[in-house]
């Protein structure tokens, strides 16, 4: 393939390309993210698609579906949160895109893994793009981890890094932070575009890949949660794990967005302390700790966060809105599911919001993605409106249909367990599904649960509690 030598324009959120400046991208709907670079900037140009062209291709042998299988081999972090999260361990070879807002402890994080590999004999090195090495030492120093056996250099160029790694034992685990400061020289465009970041991350992969090193590549995330240029790396890499939280709360949740080689549904959980951080083995009582009970608008959701159980509280805040159209905010939770919500309760459980704001916040910095969350999300909704609190010692879950059906979720043994297991009393979920084979419906449930099979049943049994008081 003949090598684009004239300018190209690409955009710098997705990576798309195209001939012409333009204000907008077309492929992601961007505004002023195009940017003209000069050199190969087309998907496939660059240092892979640069192979002398044969007459006659090499015969490779095809096999069969059955056949010999093997465990990917792991390297453990010894960190379980982060275990969790990447399904046992960092796999031999495999790269992983670690993104995450600008100082919510990316950098911390991977210093804590490396320095537990280190310590355990592991090669491993940590090569910084954006800080000094002194600036490094400085951090593991406050995190105590001052006399790690790590490997540590301030270094942008992808191919003296590459070769210094190569001399010797391969690492275990390397390092890249960040990868929107690296640059390659096969490539021309200007460090930090999006030609260089996927030029740069090309080159590392084709080194994780040849030498066994698990590569870990630190990526920024735009505002609107976008890993900014890396984006265009997701799809090269094995596996995109997303480190979230909020900077004003000191919860941070390790996520895995895409993996080749576990779940993607589990998270780790971490705290931020002055000594770093800390893994939250037991995060609904950290999700819990300080809830405001008597106040009307929150209710507590028992959600499933891969296999494990997390209870979190959901508070909601409806108020009589003095502007034309009413405000619709959410924090932790999608705006469209909110709406969604909202547009059941009115049809069908005789609620009247439209003139009223509606706020709704997931607490202690989580995002939720569950549909299971609904029940809990309406019921905090209900209460607000109502001024009627809930019940302290009930949870919530199941998933609202849009006739205002509650139905059935995933997994309900383990969080009314895990309910039990911190003291509620009761919960408020859909019927439970009837899986006669099994027998299921005989099951001890671990506690007393009201099953609710449409919205009005929730509201009415809001509704029963404002009699009851006054
Ligand atoms: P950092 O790991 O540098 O973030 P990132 O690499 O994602 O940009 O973390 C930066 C923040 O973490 C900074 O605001 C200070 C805070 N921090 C602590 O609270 N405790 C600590 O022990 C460390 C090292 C950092
Ligand atoms: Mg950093």
Same mark, same amino acid.
């Given at each position: 393939?003949?090598?684009?030598?004239?300018?190209?324009?690409?955009?710098?959120?997705?990576?798309?390309?195209?001939?012409?400046?333009?204000? =907008?991208?077309?492929?992601?709907?961007?505004?002023?993210?195009?940017?003209?670079?000069?050199?190969?900037?087309?998907?496939?140009?660059?240092?892979?698609?640069?192979?002398?062209? +044969?007459? =006659?291709?090499?015969?490779?042998?095809?096999?069969?579906?059955?056949?010999?299988?093997?465990?990917?081999?792991?390297?453990?972090?010894?960190?379980?949160?982060?275990?969790?999260?990447?399904?046992?361990?960092?796999?031999?070879?495999?790269?992983?895109?670690?993104?995450?807002?600008? %100082?919510?402890?990316?950098?911390?994080?991977? *210093?804590?893994?490396?320095?537990?590999?280190?310590?355990?004999?592991?090669?491993?090195?940590?090569?910084?793009?954006?800080?000094?090495?002194?600036?490094?030492? $400085?951090?593991?120093?406050?995190?105590?981890?001052?006399?790690?056996?790590?490997?540590?250099?301030?270094?942008?160029?992808?191919?003296?890094?590459?070769?210094? $790694?190569?001399? %010797?034992?391969?690492?275990?685990?390397?390092?890249?932070?960040?990868?929107?400061?690296?640059?390659?020289?096969?490539?021309?465009?200007?460090?930090?575009?999006?030609?260089?970041? +996927?030029?740069?991350?090309?080159?590392?992969?084709?080194?994780? =890949?040849?030498?066994?090193?698990?590569?870990?590549?630190?990526?920024?995330?735009? =505002?609107?949660?976008?890993?900014?240029?890396?984006?265009?790396?997701?799809?090269?890499?094995?596996?995109?794990?997303?480190?979230?939280?909020?900077?004003?709360?000191?919860?941070?949740? $390790?996520?895995?967005?895409?993996?080749?080689?576990?779940?993607?549904?589990?998270?780790?959980?971490?705290?931020?302390?002055?000594?770093?951080?800390?893994?939250?083995?037991?995060?609904?009582?950290?999700?819990?700790?300080?809830?405001? *009970?008597?106040?009307?608008?929150?209710?507590?959701?028992?959600?499933?966060?891969?296999?494990?159980?997390?209870?979190?509280?959901?508070?909601?805040?409806?108020?009589?809105?003095?502007?034309?159209?009413?405000?619709?905010?959410?924090?932790?939770?999608?705006?469209?599911?909110?709406?969604?919500?909202?547009?059941?309760?009115?049809?069908?459980?005789?609620?009247?919001?439209? *003139?009223?704001?509606?706020?709704?916040?997931?607490?202690? %910095?989580? +995002?939720?993605?569950?549909?299971?969350?609904?029940?809990?999300?309406?019921?905090?909704?209900?209460?607000?409106?109502?001024?009627?609190?809930?019940?302290?010692?009930?949870?919530?879950?199941?998933? *609202?249909? $849009?006739?205002?059906?509650?139905?059935?979720?995933?997994?309900?043994?383990? +969080?009314?367990?895990?309910?039990?297991?911190?003291?509620?009393?009761?919960?408020?979920?859909?019927?439970?599904?009837?899986?006669?084979?099994?027998?299921?419906?005989?099951?001890?449930?671990?506690?007393?649960?009201?099953?609710?099979?449409?919205?009005?049943?929730?509201?009415?049994?809001?509704?029963?509690?404002?009699?009851?008081?006054?």
């Amino acid at each position: 393939m003949a090598k684009q030598r004239h300018p190209s324009f690409v955009c710098q959120e997705c990576g798309a390309v195209y001939n012409r400046w333009k204000g =907008k991208c077309e492929a992601c709907g961007g505004w002023n993210s195009i940017v003209e670079e000069t050199g190969s900037a087309s998907p496939m140009a660059g240092p892979v698609a640069t192979r002398p062209s +044969r007459a =006659k291709g090499r015969i490779f042998p095809l096999e069969g579906l059955s056949g010999e299988t093997k465990e990917a081999p792991r390297t453990p972090s010894g960190i379980a949160e982060l275990d969790r999260v990447t399904g046992g361990g960092f796999v031999h070879g495999s790269v992983i895109l670690l993104g995450g807002d600008p %100082g919510i402890g990316k950098s911390t994080l991977l *210093m804590q893994a490396t320095a537990a590999l280190a310590k355990r004999g592991e090669r491993v090195a940590y090569i910084s793009g954006e800080e000094a090495v002194a600036q490094v030492r $400085l951090r593991a120093e406050r995190l105590g981890l001052g006399q790690a056996p790590v490997e540590l250099a301030s270094e942008t160029n992808v191919e003296d890094i590459i070769a210094t $790694l190569s001399q %010797g034992r391969p690492p275990a685990l390397a390092i890249i932070d960040s990868i929107q400061t690296m640059w390659t020289e096969t490539v021309e465009s200007a460090p930090g575009t999006v030609t260089q970041v +996927r030029g740069s991350a090309q080159a590392l992969i084709r080194f994780a =890949k040849t030498t066994g090193t698990a590569v870990i590549l630190v990526g920024h995330v735009t =505002k609107d949660g976008q890993i900014a240029g890396p984006r265009v790396v997701e799809h090269m890499v094995d596996a995109v794990v997303s480190f979230e939280g909020d900077t004003g709360h000191h919860f941070r949740i $390790l996520r895995a967005v895409k993996n080749r080689f576990g779940p993607t549904d589990e998270i780790g959980v971490f705290e931020m302390s002055d000594q770093g951080l800390r893994e939250v083995p037991n995060p609904s009582e950290l999700f819990l700790a300080g809830r405001d *009970m008597a106040t009307p608008g929150t209710a507590v959701f028992a959600g499933m966060e891969g296999t494990r159980p997390l209870l979190v509280e959901i508070q909601a805040l409806v108020a009589p809105t003095s502007l034309g159209t009413p405000r619709r905010a959410v924090v932790g939770w999608d705006q469209s599911r909110l709406s969604m919500v909202l547009a059941v309760l009115e049809a069908h459980g005789g609620l009247k919001l439209g *003139m009223h704001d509606v706020y709704l916040n997931v607490a202690g %910095g989580l +995002r939720i993605t569950e549909p299971a969350a609904d029940l809990a999300a309406a019921a905090a909704l209900i209460s607000s409106l109502s001024g009627n609190a809930l019940p302290p010692d009930t949870v919530y879950f199941g998933e *609202m249909g $849009l006739s205002g059906a509650i139905r059935p979720v995933a997994q309900e043994q383990a +969080r009314l367990k895990e309910a039990a297991k911190l003291g509620f009393a009761s919960a408020i979920s859909p019927q439970p599904r009837l899986d006669k084979a099994k027998g299921s419906k005989n099951e001890r449930l671990p506690l007393a649960t009201s099953a609710i099979g449409h919205i009005t049943d929730l509201v009415a049994n809001i509704a029963v509690r404002r009699r009851k008081a006054s």
